[in-house]
């Protein structure tokens, strides 16, 4: 896996996957405080609650689930001090769909948090990191 990090102004960089994709991100600088896009650390959080919604997802997809959609609300927290990294991360999952059985989604959680995902594997090196879930009934 390879990826390119750009310096363009300020504290707005530009990071281009090895795939080919190009993502604006940075911090607010100076007097206006504009902001590119988010930061490096919120991309790093936005990147583990894809990775375990992915996982979620197929896992219920095979399992041959009805799921029309999957929603991860992610709160963390950071250490007060440099490097300030996670300290806790929370994923609260939203599956929707069509007769979900909550003991399968309950599962392919599971399974994303202990064997699959490796984004909430690294995060787990410095951060608790919690799950819980709610089923929604598709309309």
């Known amino acids: ?13 530009l990071g281009v996957s090895g795939s080919g994709f190009t993502l604006p991100f ?16 919120e991309l790093v959080l936005i990147g ?15 399992g041959r689930q009805n799921i ?3 929603v991860v609300e992610m709160d963390a927290e950071r250490a007060d001090e440099d490097p300030m990294v996670f300290t806790k991360i929370h994923m609260h999952f939203i599956v929707t769909g069509r007769g979900l059985n909550a003991d399968k989604v309950e599962r392919a ?10 984004a909430s594997a ?3 090196k ?11 009934e598709s309309a």
């Open 109 to 118: 959680i599971s399974l994303s948090a202990d064997k699959y995902c490796s």
């Open 122 to 124: 690294m995060m787990a």
């Open 48 to 62: 583990t609650g894809g990775c375990s919604a992915w996982d979620v997802v197929q896992i219920l997809e095979k």
């Open 68 to 70: 029309d959609d999957c």
């Open 126 to 136: 410095t951060a608790d990191v919690t799950h819980d879930f709610e089923v929604v």
């Open 1 to 13: 896996m390879k990826a390119q990090i750009k310096w363009v102004e300020k504290r707005t960089f």
């Open 26 to 41: 940075g911090t607010a600088s100076g007097k206006d405080g504009i902001r590119p896009g988010p930061s490096a650390m």
